[in-house]
């Protein structure tokens, strides 16, 4: 059990399937973490609009697309509105202006499929078979003017095998998001993680079961 001082206000921004969604979202009910999700924000329209719903989470769009130079803003009042204490970036796949969203970087928790700062960017996974690299796997960390750049709070590892592609490797490294970005967001706001400068701890005094359970690198 996760002893909470308050309910969390979480805000969820998507872009596509919206399976790390899903798995924050049915891991916070799991555990009754006291997370409030006050909305799920696509920048366009995607599968997980119609997930987040099927759930009972409020979902919206804020069409990048249709909006064009002023989504970004449009985006920012939108999050303002909801005033949430964290923002997971749940497979968004938008690059933040930093001189509108500076001052959230520090409540927002990206998850990004390599292990960063190795293959920051797209098509992490075929990149990581084209240069015949031996460990792969995934990163949550938080967000900051560089492109997959902050502070990291976990990552887990994985071989890659001589038979694995891109397909193989999404898959398995899929596994490992849904298992670290819930883990992440409950240490954090639980404050069993915490952020100094830009290093993330594990608190020396928490519960022996959570120093067992959550590294800040996991091998699997
Ligand atoms: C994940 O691989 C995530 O790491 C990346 O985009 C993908 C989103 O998948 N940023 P989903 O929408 O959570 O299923």
Redesign the pocket.
């Known amino acids: 059990m996760i002893h909470y001082l308050k309910k969390y206000r979480v805000l969820i921004l ?8 899903i798995s924050i979202i049915e891991t916070c009910r799991r555990f009754e973490w006291p997370v409030t999700f006050l909305s799920v924000i696509s920048d366009r329209p995607c599968e ?1 609009i119609a997930k987040a719903r099927n759930l009972s989470i409020p979902a919206e769009v804020v069409n990048r697309e249709k909006l064009g130079k002023t989504f970004q803003t449009e985006l920012l009042n939108k999050i303002n509105y909801h005033n949430p204490d964290l923002i997971a970036l ?4 938008v690059i933040l202006d930093a001189n509108l969203f500076s001052e959230l970087f520090d409540s927002m928790i ?4 390599s292990l960063l700062p190795m293959f920051k960017g797209l098509n992490t996974h075929q990149r990581v078979i084209d240069e015949n690299v031996s460990v792969h796997g ?1 990163t949550v960390h938080s967000v900051s003017q560089g492109v997959d750049e902050g502070p990291i709070i976990c990552q887990a590892s994985i071989p890659v095998m001589p038979s694995d592609t891109k397909d193989t490797l ?1 898959k398995k ?2 596994v490992l ?1 849904h298992f670290i970005f819930p883990l992440s967001i409950g240490a954090v706001l639980s404050g069993k993680v915490i952020r100094e400068e830009n290093v993330w701890h594990r608190k020396d005094n928490c519960e022996p079961w959570f120093k067992e359970n959550f590294k800040l690198f996991y091998e699997i």
């Open positions: 998507v872009s596509g399937r919206g399976s790390n969604m997980a749940a497979g968004f796949m990206n998850i990004h499929p995934a999404a490294v899929l998001e």
